[in-house]
């Protein structure tokens, strides 16, 4: 396989949601790449598709409801062709998932030690005494302390941050060739956000795992991504380097997000202090056609071509894409 051939590469890829009466057109058109090792960040409001993306690209949405268009390909390998027997060969192997809450992903009645094995089993071909100790192992790796005991306990008895380290665990067990992290931090105090993000920097690092991690917190981003996918009602509207998103942001949804970050001692700059920043109205709904920008009627910026007319992604930079009529324009 060429090297110029990326870790995932999505084309066009949509995924609506059908009933008899209802089409949800949940992600629509969307297309990135990730290279080996590197980390690209999905970020947008809840509901903009992002975790769908995820459950996407590892077919885990039923279908029907769910129906997938596109190509969804892992080093050159169409996933949307493989059959399903052959896409549980991939998941937990080839393509892992951290989910966004760990006490309801892990099962409660098996111990976590188990859990882990039963993944190594499956995928490696290992014996139970041979998974269970690389099993330990891995519970070690992942910073728990006395693995060995750790690994005979239950869900129950661990605190957030130690299933979530569990979970990080499973998902590399394997040595997976891309994780997707799903709100990875979700829940967690700062201290232990900032432990996480550093324990999967690390493995990272170490492995040469490429990481792809959907979140709503631009402060993760910025710790972890080295690139930024910007997502809006299902559509990507911007994508650049994490230094771009940060510096010069071109979408006005992305610096309407960005201006929503609360900055330290802010508060004290001003008498009264400033209210954090908002981005006025609603996400609409996905349910009925979108004419024109998604984002129009929320940008202070939108003229009658944005209501009218969809835009398609275009370089304003090397590297910086954005599917906006009036990049960088101002917008309150």
């Known amino acids: 396989m060429s090297d110029s051939v990326p870790m995932l590469a999505i084309e066009h890829l949509s995924t609506r949601f059908v009933s ?8 629509e ?53 493989l059959s399903e027997a052959e896409m549980q060969a991939i998941r937990g192997n080839s393509i892992s998932m951290i989910f966004q809450e760990p006490m309801t992903s892990l099962n409660p ?21 041979a998974a269970s100790e ?19 306990e239950y869900p129950h008895q661990l605190s957030g941050g130690m299933r979530q380290r569990v979970m990080i665990a499973m998902a590399l067990a394997c040595s997976p060739q891309l994780l997707v992290a799903d709100e990875p931090t979700t829940a967690l105090d700062v201290t232990m956000q900032a432990q996480i993000l550093e324990l999967m920097r690390d493995l990272r690092d170490a492995t040469g795992t490429a990481i792809l991690l959907i979140t709503h917190d631009l402060g993760v981003v910025a710790d972890m991504a080295e690139r930024v996918i910007v997502m809006y009602a299902g559509r990507i509207v911007e ?29 004290l700059q001003t008498n009264p202090p ?59």
Do not use: W
């Open 134 to 152: 690389h099993a330990i192992e891995m519970l070690a790796k992942v910073q728990i302390p006395e693995a060995r005991r750790r690994a005979s």
């Open 20 to 27: 008899d009466d209802t089409e949800v057109r949940a992600v």
């Open 239 to 267: 994508t650049a380097t994490i230094e771009a998103i940060f510096d010069s942001a071109a979408h006005h949804y992305t610096r309407g997000l960005l201006r929503a970050l609360p900055r330290l001692g802010a508060s």
């Open 274 to 332: 400033d209210r954090l920043h908002e981005i006025p109205g609603i996400v609409p709904s996905l349910s009925r056609p979108l004419p024109g920008c998604a984002f129009a009627p929320r940008c202070s910026a939108a003229t009658q071509r944005c209501r009218e007319d969809s835009p398609i992604m275009k370089p304003v930079n090397t590297g910086h894409l954005v599917a906006c009529h009036h990049p960088f324009g101002s917008a309150q």
């Open 29 to 81: 058109d969307i297309s990135f790449s990730i290279a080996e090792g590197e980390t690209v960040a999905i970020v947008g409001e809840s509901g903009c598709g992002k975790s769908v993306t995820a459950m996407s690209i590892l077919r885990l949405l039923p279908v029907p409801p769910a129906r997938m268009t596109g190509s969804i390909r892992l080093r050159g390998r169409e996933l949307l062709d």
């Open 109 to 129: 009645v098996l111990t976590i030690g188990r859990q882990i094995a039963e993944t190594l089993r499956r995928h490696q071909g290992l014996d139970r005494r």
